[in-house]
């Protein structure tokens, strides 16, 4: 008498395979995103909403956002142009980390935290 493939094996046979099978194509998306410097859980913090843009504490680390259209309020003003930080970490926030501007524009150094 013939029997079906499927009455010699359990249904569950097939299951750890077929895991297996979709482990490795989840493990080898996630090595070939890592390879190429792509990450789908990026997140890109930006410095301002996008009706606003950053200014700078003249003679502090402290920095804020501004109404587009607005002037910085007294003891903040614009970022120099061409070096204006767009995301959290990029170079150019990383740049303002250490320096500020003086009250006649000048960039300087920020004083080392103690």
Known sequence: ???????????LATRPRRLLGVTAVLVG?????GLTGCSALEIR???CMSTEYP??????????????GEEPGEGYARYPEGKVPEVVGDKWDVYWDT????????????????
């Open 1 to 11: 008498m013939f029997k079906p493939r499927s009455a010699h094996r359990p249904a």
């Open 29 to 33: 998306a996630a090595a070939v995103a």
């Open 45 to 47: 913090e930006e410095m």
């Open 55 to 68: 200014v700078l504490a003249v003679n502090s680390s402290g920095s804020d956002c501004v109404p587009k």
């Open 99 to 114: 320096r500020t501007l003086d009250e006649d524009g000048n960039i300087v150094k920020l004083p080392e935290a103690h």
